[in-house]
Nanobody
Framework: QVQLAESGGGLVQPGGSLRLSCAAS????????MGWYRQAPGKQREMVAM???????EYADSVKGRFTISGDNAKNTGYLQMNSLKPDDTAVYYC???????????????WGQGTQVTVSS
């Protein structure tokens, strides 16, 4: 079994910063991609940032230049550094990862439990 545990959400003033973490644990052979998504009240879940094992990165237009996605392969952990936060960034943030597991190389995909980010003065 593979599990994703998120941390780092909270309340921050406009212009502030937060760093989200997503730690994957379990029978992980490889993580092929890890992404961050968010869902604001009354809105659909949207992709915020995606990091693939080949190094390619995607960002939603709304966060380009403000958010940075990164990963630590040794720790099976991904990060989302969020700077210059705006009230519109308020949402529940979820991490998602896909990969392969021990011992049979089964493909898996999992979501984290979500962490609330609130940007307000």
């Amino acid at each position: 079994q593979v599990q994703l545990a998120e941390s780092g959400g909270g309340l921050v003033q406009p212009g502030g910063s937060l760093r989200l973490s997503c730690a994957a644990s379990g029978s992980i052979f490889s993580i092929n991609a890890m992404g961050w998504y968010r869902q604001a009240p009354g809105k659909q879940r949207e992709m915020v940032a995606m990091l693939r094992s080949d190094g390619t990165i995607e960002y939603a237009d709304s966060v380009k230049g403000r958010f940075t996605i990164s990963g630590d392969n040794a720790k099976n952990t991904g990060y989302l550094q969020m700077n210059s936060l705006k009230p519109d960034d308020t949402a529940v943030y979820y991490c998602n990862a896909v990969g392969f597991s021990y011992p049979h190389g089964d493909e898996w995909e999992h979501w984290g439990q979500g962490t609330q980010v609130t940007v307000s003065s």
